[in-house]
């Protein structure tokens, strides 16, 4: 089939380009920006980019168009599928109706640690030798990218809440149908499509019901909403958290060149003990999902002990990006005020008596928003020093909507940590030139591109 999808960048939508390409399908694609490290895959399959959004880029002899949940009414290339009646679909209906449909389907869900749990099962079933396929919110570093097409067996699959497209506002999750379903923690999120805490559950209250009898839900008992949800659960679940009241929990956490080790323990006995080469309580618990449901799925200890040991994380997931001069960066997807505080919370733990400093893009549609102005300050506890960036596109967001970013920056500021409220990444760049110091820890956190600032600042911190 000769296939063209808009909104080609998004990491769901170049997932689904790798895998639509491998499978044998001629591809296209349109998209307003092509940034690493999505470009970078696209390019590497050969497929063809076209910058911008035209009439022109969609074949006269298309087949089907994908259209990516970024795209909405009045997107020209959509204005023409629509008037010339194209054959068009979503993408999830698409990774459902080419992939997943065939296979078993394992879903990773929740607000918080999808990407890293999906890259840990993907990986785990690599290294045991079932060469699944998946499709992931972020680039797995073992593999070097977001997807991967395997054999028949399993479909790992990241489950996220937001939208489908412009004619399916229901969540994407929901095309999925998985036989198993890991379930992070939940904390209210999206507030731009979900108007109120009650609306966010319902999108996983209707996940939990699809789930077969004979299926299984593994869940983060740490969560109370999760914890809240999981009761209208019709198939077997099994908790899993930092205490004995919980079906897989961990004990005896230490860290040690670079690895935290932990004891598994499932239902009150010793499971056996694990490394990985993560760090942070909210890697522990990915690691602790991911060494449940393999176990479910019948593989051994060992098998599951040296696949986790072996894991390289995920781009953009509390990333290590250079170190030089004894100054550190590291890049991460944080966006969420309590991802940003278990971030920040991992690193003062890792690095005791160094100074940490936090560069925040308030980009998300949540952060963008005021619905966190007053529990954001809280987050950057951990940091000795703060940067906070302009709000992403602010245009969009009406005044009395929008975060304050000078009345978060007074807030930080009466935490006992130094922040600054600096607009443009080129006078970020420029403050940072002037005042890291040896030994500082540097951590940007953005759940996008932040024009090029970790790149830029790599490049700064590798010159000194």
């Given at each position: ?36 490290p999505?470009?970078?895959?696209i ?9 911008g959004?035209k009439p ?26 629509l ?20 296979n ?24 045991i030798?079932k ?16 997807y ?6 399993y479909?790992?699959i990241?489950g996220?809440?937001y ?6 506002k229901?969540?994407?999750?929901l095309?999925?149908?998985?036989r ?29 019901n699809l ?9 983060n008992?740490?969560?109370?909403l ?15 958290g ?11 956490i230490?860290?040690?060149?670079g ?6 323990l ?16 909210f ?9 449940a449901?393999?176990?479910n ?5 060992w ?9 390289e994380?995920?781009?953009?997931r ?10 550190i ?43 966190f ?8 506890e ?5 940067i ?16 304050n ?11 006992n ?11 970020i ?30 490049e ?5």
């Amino acid at each position: 089939m000769k296939i063209h999808l808009l909104g080609i960048c998004g990491t769901g939508m170049s997932a689904l380009a790798g895998l639509l390409k491998e499978k044998g399908h001629a591809i296209s694609g349109s998209d307003n920006n092509f940034y690493p490290p999505v470009s970078e895959i696209i390019e590497k399959l050969n497929i063809k980019l076209l910058k911008g959004y035209k009439p022109e880029n969609i074949p006269q002899d298309i087949d089907l168009v994908v259209i990516g949940n970024v795209i909405s009414r009045g997107n020209p290339e959509l204005e023409y599928i629509l008037n010339k009646s194209i054959p068009f679909t979503s993408m999830p209906e698409a990774l459902y109706n080419f992939f997943i449909r065939k296979n078993i389907s394992i879903v990773i869900a929740g607000t918080h640690g999808k990407t890293t749990t999906t890259g840990l099962i993907a990986w785990g079933l690599e290294v045991i030798g079932k060469d699944p396929s998946f499709a992931c919110g972020g680039v797995i570093k073992n593999f070097g990218k977001n997807y991967k097409l395997g054999k028949r067996g399993y479909f790992v699959i990241e489950g996220d809440e937001y939208e489908t497209s412009f004619f399916d506002k229901g969540p994407k999750f929901l095309h999925y149908f998985p036989r198993y379903l890991i379930l992070n923690a939940i904390e209210y999120d999206h507030a731009d499509i979900f108007p109120s805490r009650k609306d966010y559950l319902s999108a996983f209250e209707k996940l939990i019901n699809l789930i077969p009898e004979k299926g299984l839900i593994i869940y983060n008992g740490e969560s109370p909403l999760t914890r809240k949800i999981i009761k209208k659960a019709w198939c077997e679940t099994q908790s899993f958290g930092f205490s004995s009241k919980y079906t897989w929990w961990v004990k005896n956490i230490f860290y040690k060149d670079g690895l935290t080790h932990f004891t598994v323990l499932r239902k009150d006995k010793i499971f056996g003990e694990f490394k990985i080469p993560l760090i942070g309580d909210f890697n522990i618990l990915n690691a602790l999902a991911s060494i449940a449901l393999l176990y479910n799925l019948g593989y051994y200890y060992w098998q599951i002990q040296k696949a986790l040991s072996n894991f390289e994380g995920i781009r953009k997931r509390l990333e290590k990006i250079t170190e030089n001069k004894g100054i550190i960066l590291y890049d991460d997807f944080a966006h969420h005020p309590t991802a940003i505080k278990k971030v920040l919370s991992s690193l003062r733990n890792t690095y005791q008596n160094r100074r940490i400093w936090a560069i925040f893009e308030p980009r998300s549609w949540s952060v963008r928003k005021n619905i966190f102005q007053n529990i954001l300050p809280l987050s950057f506890e951990n940091a000795d020093k703060v940067i906070i960036s302009e709000v992403y596109k602010k245009e969009k967001v009406p005044p009395s909507q929008r975060l304050n970013e000078k009345k978060l920056v007074e807030d930080i500021n009466k935490r006992n940590s130094s922040a600054f409220f600096i607009p443009k990444t080129a006078e970020i760049l420029d403050f940072l030139k002037e005042n890291l110091k040896e030994n500082d820890v540097v951590v940007v956190m953005s759940n996008g591109y932040f024009d090029n600032l970790t790149c830029r600042l790599k490049e700064i911190i590798e010159s000194l």
